[in-house]
């Protein structure tokens, strides 16, 4: 039979002990919380042993109580705490922050329009190795200073600068994720209609190397090649009516910018998907819509490899574009899986894993 030992803290130093202890009785003198009362036998208990009697406590929300600079001054900073109060190893954490705050963001658009989209922001930064935690609120309160500007990747790198200064730390990340709306005309009919595109913006600093990332999702309808040639020759062979398979997909593209080279604008990345795969999903369709998509699909075949390949192209032709990946999902109507491909370009995304739940995100949610 083994037998394990259960690890054992380091024992804190006497001066280390003696710090969270004056936190601890300073927190619980000054606060007027029944949380506090909660807490009950533990800090009652604490407190005799140190020969000190637990502060009696009010269950009543003080409504007229103002927190004044003074009173502030003296709030407990449990996040802040000396290194003996950190659990688990003291490693360096390459990401700590918060995810999807949400707030109206002001964009332009290609044509000098404007558009104010609701967008969930992702801000983390690093953690040292000797340092307990961070003030997640302040990543908050920092991008608010400046969400009132119309977006620019140099309101970004101004947000994240003051993030890196407020939190004392060496490499940051900030992420917007919104849903970007453009009016798309129809095939034939000559109707139109707003197509929604998922796109994200990562702005990430790290080692004092900064990037500037955009991601975004096109949704298109890929022909099974195969099927179609196996449809046509029943049809030939045996004047047999047969339909080949096609599904909706969804291609992931993610590029680093070159913005020496000029504006990467929305609308450009989108119509550089829809050159290279020209079979995008229709927003508004009449009959005659429907039998053109069914021609432009038949003009299209493609595979999943394709689409990857494809997209990679177009890409690699745009000077404004870095780095890149291709990440393709075609959702298949003749099997109950699907066909997935990844083609990366440059070290920015080149990566040995990939997230277990990479491919289920790559769904169109209308």
Known sequence: MN????????????????????RLRAWAASADRCALDRAGPSLR???????EEYPALSSDYPEGFVADAAYRAELPDLQNGPAASIKGDRRHIQHVGIHNFRLPIHFR????????????????????AEKKGINMSRIMRTFYAHADHTFSFDVIETALDATKTDLESFDARIQMRFSYPLRIDSLRSGLSGYQYYDIALELVERAGVRKKIVHLDYVYSSTCPCSLELSEHARRARGQLATPHSQRSVARLSVELDEAAG??????????CRGAVPTETQVMVKREDEQAFAELNAANPIFVEDAARLFAR?????????????????????????????????????????????????????
């Open 109 to 128: 658009t290609r044509d000098h329009g404007a558009l104010t989209l609701e967008t969930s922001v992702t801000g983390t930064v690093s953690l040292e």
């Open 3 to 22: 037998v394990h030992n259960p690890d054992i803290a380091e024992p804190m130093e006497a001066e280390e002990a003696a710090e969270l202890y004056e």
């Open 263 to 272: 504006c990467l604008w929305f609308e450009d990345l989108i119509e550089l």
């Open 314 to 366: 177009a890409l690699d032709a745009d000077p404004r574009v870095r780095d890149f990946r291709v990440v393709a999902s075609h959702q298949e109507s003749l099997h109950s899986h699907d066909a997935v491909s990844v083609l990366t370009e440059g070290a920015t995304f080149a990566q040995a894993s990939l997230d277990p739940r990479l491919f289920a995100t790559l769904l169109h949610h209308g």
């Open 45 to 51: 208990s604490f407190a005799a042993a140190q020969g």
